[in-house]
C-alpha cells in the first residue's frame, strides 16, 4: 500500500507522562503506517523546556506561526511540587500560555459525540462549541478590601492629561471593591476568530453577554462583535448559509439547554470557563473533548482538553497496567492532519483523517473503550481495553 505524501510539515509538539507515552503509540499504530509524516518535532517534555529555558516553547509558537498548523500533547504546568520532581531551574510559565500570547489566539472546546456515551441533555444531538475569550476581565483584575466608611472611585489619567472619574460607591461600612478591564484589539481578534472558526466549520455563531446591565463593558464586546460582523462577515455567512446572533447570557444558558447543539457558543472569559467545564461534563467526559487555539491570521494548533493523566503514568512507571483513554489526542492529530490537507489541496489527506476518526467511534461503538467510558456508557456489557490495546484495536478498523 503506497503511504500518503505531504507537502508541508505539520508542527508537532511533544509533551509530558502518560500523553506522551499515547503519543509515540498514536504515531506508531495509526499514522506512521499510513502516512510519509512530514514534522517539525518539538519536544516541549519539562526536560527538555528545562534544558533549553523554555527556548523549545517559544522556537514550537514561532514554527507554528510559520507553517500555519500544529499539534501538541498535554504538558506539565510546573508548580511547586514539579520543581522538586523534575530539579527544575525554574518555575517555568504555563505552555499553553505562552503559545497563546505569541499566536493571540481564541480557543475552541468541542465534545466528541459517539453512540454509547449519551449527554445528560437529552435533546443535544450535536456538538456545542465554546469558543473562550482568553484575555483580561475577572483574571486580570485589581482587588481591594475597603476597611470603613469612605468613597471608592474609578480614576483614568490619560497620557494626554485629560482625566476622567467615576464614583463606585460611597461605602458607610466594610465592603470588597473590584476593578477589571480589557483591550479593544483583544476583542477585536476573538471575534474574527469566532466569525472565522464559524465560517470554516460552517455552524452558527451565538455571543452573549449582559449588556443590559454592563452599558459600556460588556456593550462594548456586543458592538464590536457587530460592527466587524456587519463590515467583514456578513456577506459570507449569508452564502455559507449560517447565521451570527447575539443573545443576553442568561437567555443564551436557557436556549443552549433547550438546543439540539450544533453551533458555537462564544464567551467572555469566565462566561468560557464556567460554561466549558459544563458542557464537557454534561456531554459526558473531559477525555472527549478537543481543543484547537485558532489565531485571527488563521493559523491552527491542535490538542486535548486533558492534562497528562499524571497518576495513571505514576502506575505505568510501575509496570501496572492502565486503561487511559485516547480519543482526544488521536483527535488532536486528525484535526491537525485535515487542516494540512486542506490548505495544502491533499484530499487523500482529508479522507485519512476522517477514516482515523470513524475508525475510533466504531471501536467504542463496537463495545471496545477506556475504562472511563466504561463505566459511564449505555452499550451493555463493554470490554474495557488497556491503553496500548485500544489503539491497535482502532488500527485494525483502519486497516479493514
Ligand atoms: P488530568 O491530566 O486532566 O487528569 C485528571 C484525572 O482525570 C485523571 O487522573 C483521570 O482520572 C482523568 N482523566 C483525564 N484525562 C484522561 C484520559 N485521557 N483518560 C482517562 N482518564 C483521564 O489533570 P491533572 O492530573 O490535574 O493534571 C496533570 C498534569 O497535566 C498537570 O501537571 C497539569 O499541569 C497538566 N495539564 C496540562 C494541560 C495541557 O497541556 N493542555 C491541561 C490540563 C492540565 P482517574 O485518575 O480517576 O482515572
Ligand atoms: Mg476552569
Redesign the pocket.
Known amino acids: 500500500m503506497d503511504k500518503i505524501q505531504m507537502k508541508t510539515p505539520i508542527v508537532e509538539m511533544d ?5 506522551r507515552v ?1 503519543w509515540k503509540m498514536i504515531k506508531e499504530e495509526l499514522l506512521l503506517p499510513f502516512i510519509d509524516l512530514k514534522t517539525e518535532y518539538y519536544d516541549l517534555g519539562l526536560p527538555h523546556r528545562d534544558e533549553t529555558g523554555d527556548q523549545v516553547t517559544k522556537d514550537a509558537a514561532e514554527a507554528a506561526r510559520k507553517y500555519g498548523v500544529a499539534v ?8 511547586a511540587a ?1 520543581v522538586e520532581e523534575y530539579h527544575l531551574k525554574e518555575m517555568w510559565k ?3 500560555g505562552t503559545i497563546r500570547a505569541i499566536l493571540d489566539g481564541t480557543v475552541f472546546r468541542a465534545p466528541i459525540i459517539v453512540k454509547g456515551i449519551e449527554p445528560y441533555v437529552s435533546s443535544w444531538k450535536k456538538p456545542i462549541t465554546i469558543a473562550r475569550h482568553a484575555y483580561g476581565d475577572v483574571y486580570k483584575a485589581a482587588e481591594m478590601k475597603i476597611p470603613g466608611p469612605g468613597t471608592c472611585e474609578l480614576v483614568y489619567k490619560g497620557a494626554d492629561g485629560t482625566e476622567l472619574r467615576e464614583t463606585i460607591h460611597e461605602f458607610d461600612g466594610p465592603g470588597i471593591v473590584q476593578g477589571m478591564h480589557n483591550l479593544e484589539g483583544s476583542i477585536e481578534s476573538f471575534a474574527r476568530s469566532c466569525f472565522n472558526y464559524a465560517l470554516d466549520t460552517k455552524q452558527d455563531l451565538w455571543f452573549a453577554s449582559k449588556d443590559t446591565i454592563s452599558k459600556k463593558y460588556d456593550h462594548t464586546f456586543k458592538d464590536i462583535f457587530q460592527e466587524i460582523y456587519d463590515r467583514e462577515y456578513a456577506e459570507r455567512f449569508e452564502k455559507a448559509g449560517i447565521t451570527y446572533f447575539y443573545t443576553l447570557i442568561d437567555d443564551a444558558v436557557a436556549r443552549v439547554i433547550k438546543s439540539q447543539g450544533g453551533y458555537i457558543w462564544a464567551c467572555k472569559n469566565y462566561d468560557g470557563d464556567v460554561m466549558s467545564d459544563m458542557v464537557a461534563t454534561a456531554f459526558g ?3 472527549m473533548m478537543t ?1 484547537v487555539l485558532v489565531s485571527p491570521d488563521g493559523k491552527y494548533e491542535y ?10 503514568y505514576y502506575r505505568y512507571l510501575e509496570g501496572e497496567s492502565t ?7 488521536i483527535f488532536a492529530w486528525s484535526g491537525a492532519l485535515r487542516k494540512r490537507g486542506e490548505l495544502d489541496g491533499i484530499r487523500e489527506l482529508m479522507d485519512f483523517a476522517d477514516r482515523l476518526e470513524q475508525a475510533t467511534l466504531s471501536t467504542i461503538e463496537d463495545g471496545i473503550m ?3 467510558l466504561a463505566l459511564i456508557t449505555t452499550i451493555p456489557d463493554p470490554h474495557v481495553a488497556e491503553s496500548g490495546e485500544f489503539i491497535r484495536a482502532i488500527r485494525q478498523r483502519l486497516e479493514s
Do not use: F, W, Y
Not at 486503561?323 to 489526542?329: F, L, M, Y
Open positions: 509533551g509530558d507522562e502518560m500523553t499515547l501538541k500533547c498535554a504538558t506539565i504546568t510546573p508548580n514539579r504555563s505552555p499553553n467526559s473531559l477525555a481543543s490538542e486535548a482538553a486533558h492534562g497528562t493523566v499524571q497518576r495513571h486503561s487511559t483513554n485516547s480519543v482526544a489526542t477506556t475504562k472511563d
